[in-house]
Antibody, heavy 124, light 111 residues
Framework: QVQLVQSGTEVKKPGASVRVSCKASGYIFTSYGITWVRQAPGQGLEWMGWISGYNGNTKYAQKFQDRVIMTTETATTTAYMEVRRLRSDDTAVYYC?????????????????WGQGTLVTVSS | QSVLTQPPSASGTPGQRVTISCSGSSSNIGSYTVNWYQQVPGTAPKLLIYSNDQRPSGVPDRFSVSKSGRGTSASLTISGLQSEDEADYYCAAWDDSLMGVFGGGTKLTVL
């Protein structure tokens, strides 16, 4: 079955970087993109960006443009998201989701399935 | 402040019909596909409705959506409310600012 499995909980200090992985299985990795979404404690969902599984093209939300890098490793069907210069307000659960653009207008895509989420806590 | 506006809460009793609104603009809902997600607290979101009105397999037809006449708002309707429908619901769409946007989420309580 189609599945996304993310890496485990992270605790980081302000100013550090974190890299979250998202291992995909059960589908052709290069035929879909991966979208990253985060959710701060008690808050709603926030779209961070998208990466193509085919050629690595990316789209980032403007607020993350200079601190977030999304990459893929086709050989291992794994997507990665690195957040640099972490701040306390980056504390959140980070989700990856498979993005299907077919039949969709716009680059949001339909996000299905989602990974289980990775909690990143930023604290001194 | 979310680009797409949803009521923070909604409620109903078992068997009732509940509607959750999602208000946007011509820059998002008016121009792009709207998808809906369901999130049971403590779990990852799940796709509920896509391409404006399609349901993934396993999602019952008690869930339906509509768009306003002007096309800048969408609504999710749950008929025959059940206890397992208690969750947070999010609308989502692309925006002309070149990013994806979510509604702030609506917490549905089944009384």
């Amino acid at each position: 079955q189609v599945q996304l499995v993310q890496s485990g909980t992270e605790v980081k200090k302000p100013g550090a970087s974190v890299r979250v992985s998202c291992k995909a299985s059960g589908y052709i990795f290069t035929s879909y993109g991966i979208t990253w979404v985060r959710q701060a404690p008690g808050q709603g969902l926030e779209w961070m960006g998208w990466i193509s599984g085919y050629n690595g093209n990316t789209k980032y939300a403007q607020k993350f443009q200079d601190r977030v890098i999304m990459t893929t490793e086709t050989a291992t069907t794994t997507a990665y998201m690195e957040v640099r210069r972490l701040r306390s307000d980056d504390t959140a659960v980070y989700y990856c989701a498979r993005a299907t653009m077919q039949g969709q207008r716009g680059f949001m895509g339909r996000l299905d399935p989602w990974g289980q989420g990775t909690l990143v806590t930023v604290s001194s | 402040q979310s680009v797409l506006t949803q009521p923070p809460s909604a409620s109903g009793t078992p068997g009732q019909r509940v509607t959750i609104s999602c208000s946007g603009s011509s820059s998002n809902i008016g121009s792009y596909t709207v998808n809906w997600y369901q999130q049971v607290p403590g779990t990852a979101p799940k796709l509920l409705i896509y391409s404006n009105d399609q349901r993934p397999s396993g999602v019952p037809d008690r869930f339906s959506v509509s768009k306003s006449g002007r096309g800048t708002s969408a609504s999710l309707t749950i008929s025959g409310l059940q206890s397992e429908d208690e969750a947070d619901y999010y609308c989502a769409a692309w925006d002309d600012s070149l990013m994806g946007v979510f509604g702030g989420g609506t917490k549905l309580t089944v009384l």
